[in-house]
């Protein structure tokens, strides 16, 4: 298995550009989920979703963030318009079962400048 | 939902000795699991605990889950340079998702 597939690695915008960040979870995992990581916050959960649908986007900063999951082997995440605050490392994660044993993704790190 | 809280935030230790990272929830927790980072990495699973007292053990580290299933703790013995990084407790409640502790980023002098 591949594990978790996030792309791009490395994301260099400018402020006021439109931002998009995918992800690929593990096959047969049923959730996934984004996470934003800085020095000053650590991880924060930004959504998640079950079975494809959003259960808690409570952790989605503002309106500029958005997250959509059309099928169960793609998810994105979409930043618009970015700002250089978003600049952060985001890693998606998938799990399944009872546990939620959580396998992470590589993590795409953003700069906004 | 629970908070996690984990304790101390950074840990600089002396290549040899022993140290150990504590983390506290809020609520009962259905599991706890624990995740380490090495430095430009991802959160790597470790191990997860269930059961009240559950103590795990992976070579040179101690899982230490709490009878009242509130807190736990991790033990390294004989630090190296090769545990170098982060580690996360994560609690879990019983629904989807993990709380993440803060982390103990752990450095090692040689």
């Known amino acids: 298995d591949a594990g978790v597939i996030q792309s791009p690695r490395h994301e260099v915008t400018e402020m006021g550009q439109e931002v998009t960040l995918r992800c690929k979870p593990i096959?047969?995992?049923?959730?996934l989920f984004w996470y934003r990581q800085t020095m000053m916050r650590g991880l924060e959960l930004l959504i998640y979703?079950?079975?494809?649908?959003?259960?808690?986007d409570s952790g989605m900063p503002e309106d500029r963030f958005s997250a959509k999951m059309p099928n169960a082997s793609f998810s994105t995440l979409k930043i618009q318009p970015s700002e250089p605050r978003d600049s952060a490392v985001y890693f998606c994660?998938?799990?399944?079962?009872?546990?939620?044993?959580?396998?992470f993704g590589s993590g795409t790190r953003l700069t906004v400048v | 939902g629970q908070q996690v809280m984990q304790i101390p935030q950074y840990q600089h230790v002396q290549e040899g000795e022993d140290f150990t990272t504590y983390c506290n929830s809020s609520t009962t927790l259905s599991n706890i699991q624990w995740y380490k980072q090495r430095p430009g990495g991802h959160p790597v699973f470790l191990i997860q605990?269930?059961?009240?007292?559950e103590v795990k053990k992976q070579k040179r580290l101690t899982f230490q889950f709490g009878e009242a299933k509130k807190n736990s703790s991790l033990h390294i013995t004989a630090t190296q340079t090769t545990d170098v990084g982060t580690y996360f407790c994560?609690?879990?409640?019983?629904?989807?998702?993990?709380?993440f502790g803060a982390g103990t980023t752990v450095t090692v002098r040689a």
């Open positions: 994560a609690g879990g409640g019983y629904d989807y998702k993990l709380s």
């Open positions: 979703f079950n079975n494809n649908v959003p259960i808690d």
């Open positions: 096959s047969g995992h049923n959730s």
């Open positions: 605990l269930v059961k009240s007292g």
């Open positions: 994660a998938s799990s399944s079962g009872q546990w939620r044993l959580y396998t």
